[in-house]
C-alpha cells in the first residue's frame, strides 16, 4: 500500500534517507527515556528510531499513514501511537523525560513549538524540520528582523541550533519553500518559575507593537509605578535579549 499526501495536513514526506538519517542523529541519546515522532508519515525517520534503545511513540492522525507504519514495521502496535501531538497529555508517558523529533507540518508549525514550551519540564531536547523562515525566528538574534515572540519564548527554555536547510526537491510531494532543521536543548536558565504567564505577556505586548518604546507598547499591561523610569522602557522588543525580558519580568513582578 502507498500514502497519499494530504494538503489539509500539512503532509509533506521526506524522501532523502540520508538527510533522515542526520536529523535522527541530531538526538543525544542522552537523559530521556522516551522519543515522540510527531507526524511519522511513511516512516522515513520511523525506521531509524527504532533502532535507538528509548520507548518510542509516533503522535499521528492520519489513519492510512498509521495503517502504513503498522503493516511495514514489526515493532510498532496500536500502543505506539499517541495520537494528536497537539492535544497530548505528557503524563501518559509515566512522566518519563521525552525527546520530541519530527518533519513537522507546517501549518502547525508553531503551535508545535508552543506545546514544547508548555511541556518543558517533560522535554529535555527537540530535533526537527520545520519551514526555514520558522526555523530562522527560532534561532534569531536580538535587532534583527526574524527576532521576535516566538524566538524569546523558545530561547528562554531551550538553547537553539540551526542544524541545516533542506531544499524543496527531497520531498514529495516539494513544498514550495526551503525547509531547516534546528536542535533545541533546555537550558538551565532560573528566574521564570512562577512567572512565566507573566512574562508570556511582556513578550508578546512587546512585539505586538515592535516599532514602539516599550514604555508605549506595555501600557496596555500597566507598567508599576517603580518601573516607569527604567531603562529597558526607552528600547523597542527588539534590542532586549532574552535574558533582558526574564531580568525585566522579575523586577516587575517584586513591584
Not at 532523502?16 to 515522532?37: H, P, T
Not at 534569531?140 to 541550533?161: E, M, N, S, W
Request: no cysteine; proline share 4%.
Amino acid at each position: 500500500m502507498s500514502v497519499k499526501a494530504k494538503k489539509h495536513l500539512g503532509q509533506h514526506f521526506l524522501t532523502d534517507e540520508n538527510i533522515a538519517q542526520k536529523i535522527v542523529a541530531g538526538l543525544s541519546d542522552q537523559s530521556y527515556q522516551n522519543i515522540v515522532e510527531v507526524g511519522p508519515g511513511t516512516g522515513v525517520l520511523t525506521k531509524y528510531l527504532l533502532e535507538k534503545p528509548q520507548q518510542l511513540y509516533l503522535a499521528e492522525i492520519d489513519n492510512e499513514s498509521i495503517e502504513y507504519l503498522q503493516t511495514h514495521y514489526s515493532k510498532i502496535t496500536e500502543k505506539t501511537f499517541v495520537g494528536d501531538f497537539l492535544k497530548m497529555d505528557f503524563n501518559q508517558l509515566n512522566k518519563e523525560q521525552t525527546a520530541i523529533i519530527g518533519n513537522f507540518p507546517y501549518n502547525i508549525s508553531s503551535q508545535i513549538l508552543f506545546k514544547i514550551i508548555d511541556e518543558y519540564q517533560s522535554i529535555p531536547e527537540m530535533v526537527g524540520m520545520f519551514q526555514k523562515e520558522v526555523a530562522e525566528r527560532t534561532s534569531a538574534q536580538p535587532r534583527t528582523k526574524d527576532y521576535g515572540i516566538l524566538t524569546v519564548l523558545v530561547q528562554a527554555y531551550y538553547d537553539v541550533q540551526y542544524l541545516f536547510t533542506v531544499h524543496e526537491n527531497v520531498f514529495n510531494p516539494p513544498p514550495k519553500v526551503k525547509s531547516g532543521v534546528i536542535k533545541m536543548v533546555r537550558n538551565p536558565k532560573e528566574g521564570l518559575t512562577g512567572n512565566e504567564d507573566l512574562f508570556k505577556k511582556i513578550v508578546k505586548a512587546g512585539f505586538n507593537q515592535r516599532r514602539k518604546k516599550l514604555s508605549n507598547a506595555l501600557k496596555v499591561l500597566g507598567i508599576p509605578e517603580q518601573l516607569k523610569n527604567h531603562e529597558f522602557l526607552e528600547k523597542r522588543a527588539e534590542e532586549l535579549s532574552v535574558d533582558d525580558f526574564i531580568y525585566f519580568t522579575q523586577l516587575w513582578k517584586s513591584n
